[in-house]
């Protein structure tokens, strides 16, 4: 394995999504020098593949921020920081701007046959909204937003793009024997591609890393979201937060071509209702029994309900219902879902869609101010891998597209006015390369594969939708034996991208195993049926969890 020498950049972005990509050309904006570190292609990331839109005030006759923020605080259950929902809710209009400035479409209702408000936004409606707020590009959202932010990061002469390279480690004083402030002085990444390992040096990191759905086994997140962003801040000293709430999709299509597929919340948005097969094989609605928004509800409530209704029935899935609306109107509003749908033989017109939950959304992730900086100077955090405050205990409905836009502004701006502060944490002397130590060649790549698929089936299992003290005790002594051995592994063998994402798994399943058990309650998407009741005590107060340095 060859090693580089040290490259230097004013600024390291990790990560290729919304959040990343944001951060990137603000920062570029200030003269700055960015390198992106993206593990795929470019656009290879969860943004790509969101649905639903992005929850903004647009219509402020029969919308305000008062009532975005009252939405969110109450899916939040009781977690959210409120100050700063409010400050994420009323940038939005701004943010957006800029957005459609670069060039990004949103749908409007001419677009939809409504000739009388053709110039009107054509706005959605998801679960847990109360107004009509969600902007949207049919039903492919995340990919206009996407092509945009990459066309602006691609032809800017003041970034450079690292594509196929997989973040290892960050930089960080402590670890490489500088007194001190423990700061961040860049991050070591591999280009798998040519088999080097990195250094990349910067004044600033911003870690911009998604999610973590592939730490379960059923997930509706890209193959990239194994939690590397809050693994490698967890290394690294940084605070982690509330871990424990992970948010799992209601309705992912149910079928083994199309495993993944996601089924925008803003069907039921548009009516559709969700239904099981009861005893005499007849569709039956059932959300009238778990909450007053029936299939509105907010995510924690659907996604338990159908884990519930699935359990007690043993069917394999429940079915969306939205036939009362014609084949033209879905395929309008829906081209993508709609052709999707086609190819398993479901006519959403004709035919209720077969949905089942998945690994969804971390509402906890990497400690940050609502600027994104984290409790180690030079180190910060941006989009899912970061918790602000804004989601609480249960995200609200595409309020996180918001949060990464308004976030990656203002970290852009914090580090702008603290520049000059930061290059000084820039402490003397070359930051040391990679060292290979006497690790070998693997001979044994089972063993990366064996320990993937138990820590994904285990989480499913015990640290899902709903768990128990025992589940939990179950799946923390499974995962100390597997991080033990998985560890010794990485310190003896050549490193690939199976085993640092492995590496990562392992940290992030561990996180959220603390963090479930830490938190006594069921409050959001912590439900633990031996505390089945919301300690008021336990209001706003993170679960934090810290590696000792």
Same mark, same amino acid.
């Given at each position: ?11 390291? @972005? ?35 593949? $969101? ?13 305000? &921020? ?56 054509? +706005? ?9 707020? @969600? ?184 079915? +969306? ?64 891998? $970061? ?59 089972? @063993? ?17 939708? &709903? ?61 633990? $049926? ?7 005590? +336990? $209001? ?10």
């Amino acid at each position: 394995m060859k090693v580089s020498d040290c490259l230097e950049f004013d600024h390291i @972005v990790v990560g290729s999504g919304l959040a990343g990509l944001s951060t990137a050309l603000h920062l570029a904006e200030s003269g700055g020098s960015v390198a992106i570190i993206t593990k795929r292609i470019i656009d290879e990331c969860n943004t790509k593949y $969101a649905q639903g839109g992005i929850a903004c005030v647009m219509d402020v006759k029969k919308d305000s &921020f008062e009532d975005h923020v009252k939405d969110t605080l109450n899916a939040g259950a009781g977690m959210c920081k409120e100050d700063i929902v409010r400050k994420i809710v009323e940038a939005g209009p701004e943010v957006i701007q800029e957005l459609i400035d670069k060039g990004a479409h949103f749908t409007t209702r001419g677009e939809l046959g409504d000739s009388k408000h053709k110039d009107e936004y054509d +706005l959605g409606r998801e679960g847990g909204h109360t107004k009509r707020r @969600v902007l949207h590009s049919g039903d492919i959202t995340g990919e206009e937003v996407e092509r945009i932010l990459v066309e602006s990061c691609c032809t800017n002469d003041k970034i450079k793009i690292f594509e196929n390279h997989i973040a290892i480690d960050l930089i960080v004083t402590h670890r490489i024997g500088w007194s001190g402030t423990n700061r961040c002085l860049g991050i070591y990444a591999l280009d798998y591609e040519n088999n080097i390992v990195k250094t990349f040096r910067g004044a600033t990191t911003t870690l911009a890393t998604g999610g973590i759905g592939k730490v379960y086994l059923y997930t509706s997140n890209p193959d990239i979201a194994c939690g590397g962003g809050v693994a490698m801040a967890y290394r690294a000293g940084a605070k982690i937060a509330n871990m424990e709430f992970i948010q799992f999709h209601p309705t992912i299509l149910y079928h083994p071509s199309l495993r993944s597929f996601l089924i925008s919340e803003a069907v039921r948005g548009e009516g559709a209702i969700l239904k099981r097969r009861n005893e005499n094989g007849n569709l039956v609605e059932f959300m009238h029994k778990y909450h007053p928004m029936q299939s509105l509800a907010p995510r924690d409530v659907v996604a338990r309900a159908i884990d519930n209704e699935m359990k007690r029935s043993g069917e394999e899935c429940v079915y +969306l219902d939205i036939t009362h609306h014609s084949e033209e109107t879905l395929r309008k509003r829906f081209p993508n879902i709609f052709e999707k749908c086609l190819e398993i033989g479901v006519n959403m017109s004709k035919d209720p869609i077969p949905v089942v939950p998945a690994a969804h959304y971390s509402c906890g992730g990497i400690k940050t101010g609502v600027d994104g900086e984290t409790d180690i100077p030079g180190l910060y955090a941006v989009g899912e891998a $970061a918790s602000t405050g804004l989601h609480g205990a249960n995200r609200l409905a595409s309020n996180s597209l918001l949060e990464a836009l308004v976030i990656a502004k203002l970290s852009s701006k914090h580090i702008k006015e603290n520049i000059a502060e930061l290059k000084k944490y820039q402490a003397p002397g070359n930051v040391p390369v990679w060292t290979c130590g006497n690790a070998t060649d693997s001979d044994e790549l089972v @063993v990366i594969a064996h320990n993937w698929d138990e820590i994904r089936h285990f989480m499913w299992d015990y640290v899902g939708i &709903f768990r128990t003290n025992k589940r939990l005790e179950r799946a923390k002594a499974r995962i100390k034996l597997i991080r033990k051995e998985i560890e010794k592994y990485y310190w003896d063998f050549l490193i690939t991208p199976d085993l640092i994402e492995l590496r990562n798994i392992a940290s992030t399943a561990e996180i959220i195993i603390d963090s479930a058990l830490n938190r006594k309650e069921s409050r959001g998407l912590n439900y633990n $049926a031996d505390y089945p009741y919301i300690d008021p005590d +336990l $209001a706003c107060i993170d679960t934090i969890i810290q590696r000792i340095i």
